[in-house]
């Protein structure tokens, strides 16, 4: 081999070497940048629910019994829509769902109630 050849070739191994190296610190820094992101979305939807205000499911449900007599069989609050999703039976012994907004009380949905 004449020495440009091995010039070339050791040129050619460095800037792969390094090239290489470079690669390996910049898919960490990217998959750290991906889950900083992930962390600080999960913040931030978690102080938005804490701090989201709703009115207490007992007004809510003595708005339903207003509307709607029977009972209540179970309810939750759906946090990504801010809204209580309650399972009421009528007094003819259906099951219905009944959708209310969290912040307000209003009954959105009554489900032929």
């Given amino acids: 081999m004449t020495q440009t050849v091995k010039t070339l070739v050791a040129s050619l191994a460095a800037a792969l070497l390094a090239l ?14 991906a889950e ?3 962390a600080q979305n999960y913040d931030s939807r978690r102080n938005m629910e804490l701090n989201q205000q ?27 829509s801010n809204r209580y999703i309650v399972r ?3 007094s003819r012994q259906q099951i219905v769902s009944i959708q209310a907004d ?9 489900g032929g109630c």
Avoid: K, M, Y
Avoid at 102 to 110: E, K, M, P, R
């Fill in 36 to 38: 900083t992101q992930v």
């Fill in 102 to 110: 969290a912040a307000t009380g209003q009954i959105l949905s009554t």
């Fill in 54 to 80: 709703r009115v207490p499911l007992e007004s809510v449900i003595a708005s339903i019994q207003n509307r709607c007599p029977g009972r209540l069989v179970n309810a939750r609050h759906d946090a990504s």
């Fill in 20 to 33: 290489s190296l470079a690669l390996s610190l910049a898919v960490p820094a990217f998959a750290l940048e």
């Fill in 88 to 90: 009421w039976e009528t």
